[in-house]
Structure formats: structure tokens, C-alpha cells
């Protein structure tokens, strides 16, 4: 499945929007689409909701965007990851690690 990010403003926080697979073909994509949206935002949220599977190189990528977050002083969360993605998080115990909004939508 072919991975879709799309990008949209609420205020001063950035909101990545993530459909398909995050995985070793994707991970790249997702971790520049990270990168370069990390500059003048106060916040950016990654929502996983239409995320369908996600492996390690993808747990890899957000942890690195988080990193990347702190550096550059922006706050950084998952928003209302899916099911799947949600177990993976919490298999590796990640949940404490990440800041996970739930929007309900």
C-alpha cells in the first residue's frame, strides 16, 4: 500500500495526517516529511489513525522525530493512532514515551 501524507495547519501547531503502511519502503518518506515540517511550528502532531501497519523502522522514525522535535524546541505528538499502530506502541512500551492524543475523530 502506497503511503499518503498529507499536511495541514490548525493554529500554530502542524498536523501530518498518515494513511497506509509505515514501514521500510515508507519509513524514509515519513521521516523527511517530519523533518521538513518541524520549521515554524510551535507543534507538530503526527496523526496514525488511517495507518494500517506500522514495523520497526516506522517506531524508529517517529522516535527520531521526536528527537529531532526536542532539538528544534517543538513540541511533538502521535494523534489517535489506529489499533494496530497502538499495539506496536505499546508491545515495545513506548506508550510513556510518546505524548498520544486521543481527538476522538
Given amino acids: 500500500m502506497v503511503t499518503q501524507i498529507e499536511t495541514r495547519d490548525e493554529g500554530d501547531a502542524r498536523i501530518l495526517s498518515i494513511a497506509g503502511e509505515i514501514d521500510m519502503d515508507s519509513s524514509p518518506q515519513v521521516r523527511d516529511a517530519i523533518h521538513k515540517n518541524l520549521k515554524g511550528v510551535s507543534s507538530l ?17 517517529l522516535i527520531q522525530g521526536m528527537k529531532d522535535s526536542g532539538k528544534a524546541d517543538v513540541a511533538f505528538a502521535l494523534l489517535d493512532p489506529s489499533d494496530g499502530v497502538r499495539s506496536v506502541i505499546e ?10 492524543e486521543e481527538t476522538g475523530g
Fill in 45 to 61: 502532531k503526527v496523526r496514525l489513525s488511517d495507518v494500517e501497519y506500522i514495523d520497526s523502522s516506522g517506531i524508529a522514525v
Fill in 91 to 100: 508491545l515495545a512500551m513506548l506508550q510513556q514515551v510518546f505524548t498520544i
